[in-house]
């Protein structure tokens, strides 16, 4: 089975098409700048260059299109007809309490995820644009919904709710959802292997850190806390977002900067985290780079890398024990000083890291980073969100055609 697996974002649309029996991507790409000046597509056929084409692309639909063409394009494309799109994944950021696992979409399915628009205003309309824009040019090919939020459903109760007014959860749906999930349970699942013990024996913290970073606590296989909550503004500073603070901070704002709504939250998204203490970047490379001549910069790393230590801290304690540290996406799997700075001074936990295998293990390789005498392990392993979408994908799609 062969599954094309669709991130759809408000200006851009990735995509990756996965070969389900290889358990490999074949081809797989992105469209920018969709209704914008300057639109182009890339398209990388694996193990060949990839190839960049400016081209206007005034909707989704158009996106799509280009995508199908290059698939199927005689000279690089990587199939000989669209018959062999056998499914598409969609990843789909908000599922609210309604989804708690990947579903076949249907028409019912597309208005639920509308009706939870009010909690992800930008991701949800632009994974629907997505989803309607595949309707139209393929309708008879199977869709699967798999929601970022969908793995962290297993979350207790005290773990979930926020203390406001009871009211706040059961009439304005306020409560602790958490993102990354698809990450967090790919990583949590390849640490149980290497831990070489069924899932169900671990306690993994995750720790998912890239331009927007959450860490998990995976009990049992389960998800039983993360960082982000309501929205992804919530946990560890991020790239841009300022991650916890106290709530306080938003109504001082708004008063002493004049700032409406929009403002502040301009304010917390976009102007905070590691760009704003550092007034540099808010990519870790530059803030790497900058480390030893700017103390902003240095700064930014630290507050980054403490509260991310905080939440191992505090997950280990909420599930009593640790097994493992996952580090993923592109800061956790890339950043060595960000590494180095969480792992510090956490031997009373029983991690013994070895800080100079840390330095020099490659990049983009899974590692495990612990002395052989350390009792908990700490693993890098490259998050892949793609091939859990197209695995969950294949999965629902041979249900329904053995239902049949
Ligand atoms: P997202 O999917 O949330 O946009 P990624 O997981 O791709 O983010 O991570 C992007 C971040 O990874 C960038 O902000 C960049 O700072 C960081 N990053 C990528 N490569 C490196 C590297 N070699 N060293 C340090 N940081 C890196």
């Given at each position: 089975m062969k599954v094309?697996?669709?991130?759809?974002?408000?200006?851009?649309?990735?995509?990756?098409?996965?070969?389900?029996?290889?358990?490999?991507?074949?081809?797989?790409?992105?469209?920018?700048?969709?209704?914008?000046?300057?639109?182009?597509?890339?398209?990388?056929?694996?193990?060949?260059?990839?190839i960049v084409k400016e081209a206007p692309i005034p909707n989704h639909t158009a996106g799509i299109r280009l995508v199908l063409d290059a698939l199927e394009d005689k000279e690089f494309g990587v199939i000989k007809s669209l018959k062999e799109i056998d499914a598409v994944g969609h990843r789909v950021v908000h599922g609210g309490e309604k989804f708690a696992s990947s579903v076949l979409i249907t028409d019912e399915v597309i208005d639920v995820i509308e009706s939870l628009t009010d909690l992800a205003p930008l991701h949800n309309p632009a994974n629907l644009t997505g989803i309607r824009a595949f309707k139209?040019?393929?309708?008879?090919?199977?869709?699967?919904?798999?929601?970022?939020?969908?793995?962290?459903?297993?979350?207790?109760?005290?773990?979930?709710l926020y203390a406001?007014?009871?009211?706040?959860?059961?009439?304005?749906?306020?409560r602790r959802y958490g993102f990354h999930g698809t990450s967090h349970y790919y990583v949590s699942r390849r640490a149980a292997e290497l831990l070489g013990k069924p899932?169900?024996?671990?306690?993994?913290?995750?720790?998912?850190?890239?331009?927007?970073?959450?860490?998990?606590?995976?009990?049992?296989?389960?998800?039983?806390?993360?960082?982000?909550?309501?929205?992804?503004?919530?946990?560890v500073p991020m790239g841009t977002r300022c991650g916890d603070i106290d709530p306080a901070i938003v109504t001082y704002l708004m008063e002493k900067l004049n700032l409406d709504v929009a403002g502040v939250t301009e304010y917390m998204n976009k102007k905070s985290g590691v760009f704003g203490i550092s007034g540099i970047s808010s990519d870790f490379r530059d803030l790497a780079d900058a480390e030893h001549t700017d103390e902003r910069a240095a700064l930014a790393l630290k507050v980054f890398a403490y509260k991310v230590k905080k939440y191992i801290g505090a997950y280990a304690c909420a599930m009593g024990g640790l097994d493992a540290i996952v580090f993923?996406?592109?800061?956790?799997?890339?950043?060595?000083?960000?590494?180095?700075?969480?792992?510090?001074?956490?031997?009373?936990?029983?991690?013994?890291?070895?800080?100079?295998?840390?330095?020099?293990?490659?990049?983009?390789?899974?590692?495990?980073?612990?002395?052989?005498?350390?009792?908990?392990?700490v693993f890098v392993i490259p998050t892949d969100e793609e091939m859990v979408i197209a695995k969950d994908t294949a999965r629902i799609v041979k249900e329904m055609q053995n239902a049949k």
């Open positions: 094309l697996v669709i991130n759809s974002g408000s200006s851009s649309l990735k995509y990756q098409f996965i070969d389900i029996e290889k358990n490999e991507a074949v081809a797989k790409g992105i469209c920018e700048r969709i209704g914008m000046q300057g639109s182009k597509i890339t398209y990388a056929p694996i193990g060949k260059d990839k139209e040019l393929m309708p008879d090919v199977p869709m699967v919904g798999v929601f970022d939020t969908a793995f962290h459903q297993t979350m207790p109760k005290e773990a979930y406001l007014p009871y009211s706040a959860y059961t009439d304005l749906m306020i899932i169900e024996q671990t306690k993994i913290v995750t720790c998912h850190l890239g331009n927007g970073s959450s860490i998990a606590a995976v009990d049992g296989g389960k998800s039983i806390d993360t960082s982000m909550g309501f929205t992804p503004l919530e946990g993923t996406a592109g800061v956790g799997e890339n950043d060595r000083r960000v590494r180095e700075l969480v792992l510090e001074g956490l031997e009373f936990l029983n991690v013994e890291a070895d800080f100079e295998l840390n330095m020099t293990c490659p990049r983009g390789a899974t590692v495990d980073l612990a002395k052989p005498s350390s009792k908990v392990r």
